[in-house]
T-cell receptor
Framework: GAVVSQHPSWVICKSGTSVKIECRSLDFQATTMFWYRQFPKQSLMLMATSNEGSKATYEQGVEKDKFLINHASLTLSTLTVTSAHPEDSSFYIC??????????????FGQGTRLTVV | GDSVTQMEGPVTLSEEAFLTINCTYTATGYPSLFWYVQYPGEGLQLLLKATKADDKGSNKGFEATYRKETTSFHLEKGSVQVSDSAVYFCALTQGGSEKLVFGKGTKLTVNP
């Protein structure tokens, strides 16, 4: 099956610094990538949808200037958490779709990135 | 908007017990339905899916049937193992969109 690789798998950073998380589709072209955040004991919350070559679409309540998303190519999307604070500590997950209009489209998930801000 | 409601956990079972995790949905049109599993320390993995009414998805001994009349997609397994301990998420996508709507997840612990 399709593989989505997310890097790094975990990161610890100091408060006030920025952290970049990469999401790559290894064997398919991902027209659309999704970024989720998972709070402890909660479900995944969709943060934004990124389409290659255009601006990301953010969900309500997600700060665009804090969570910068760049989908520069059909195989790579990045999420940058700017000026991170402890409350940004969470599990971030990306998923990628092949962009098919098929009704049976399914998303492929990266393994996630555990961000801890100290 | 579309939504998914899962039974609240955590669920604790003994090995070889029967498992049911309830999932119901609210959606317009005809969504595709999914169960994802998240093992400790890992990312989500697709467990099974169904794309139309009365379809049954199955994998690793797990099954779920798409019931349009009850808008449900309950996950079942006849005999759970310790290795099934994980968090299970029910989800849907609508039409041709790949945007997933998740339930809150149900944590399953299986004891030897």
């Amino acid at each position: 099956g399709a593989v989505v690789s997310q890097h790094p798998s975990w990161v610890i950073c100091k408060s006030g610094t920025s952290v970049k998380i990469e999401c790559r589709s290894l064997d398919f072209q991902a027209t659309t990538m999704f970024w989720y955040r998972q709070f402890p004991k909660q479900s995944l919350m969709l943060m934004a949808t990124s389409n290659e070559g255009s601006k990301a679409t953010y969900e309500q309540g997600v700060e665009k200037d804090k969570f910068l998303i760049n989908h520069a190519s059909l195989t790579l999307s990045t999420l940058t958490v700017t000026s991170a604070h402890p409350e940004d500590s969470s599990f971030y997950i990306c998923s990628a779709g092949e962009g098919s209009s098929s009704y049976n489209a399914e998303a492929f998930f990266g393994q996630g990135t555990r961000l801890t801000v100290v | 908007g579309d939504s998914v409601t899962q039974m609240e956990g955590p669920v604790t079972l003994s090995e070889e017990a029967f498992l049911t995790i309830n999932c119901t949905y609210t959606a317009t049109g005809y969504p595709s339905l999914f169960w994802y599993v998240q093992y400790p320390g890992e990312g989500l993995q697709l467990l099974l899916k169904a794309t139309k009414a009365d379809d049954k998805g199955s994998n690793k001994g797990f099954e779920a049937t798409y019931r349009k009349e009850t808008t449900s997609f309950h996950l079942e397994k006849g005999s759970v193992q310790v290795s099934d301990s994980a968090v299970y998420f029910c989800a849907l996508t609508q039409g041709g969109s790949e945007k997933l709507v998740f339930g809150k997840g149900t944590k399953l612990t299986v004891n030897p």
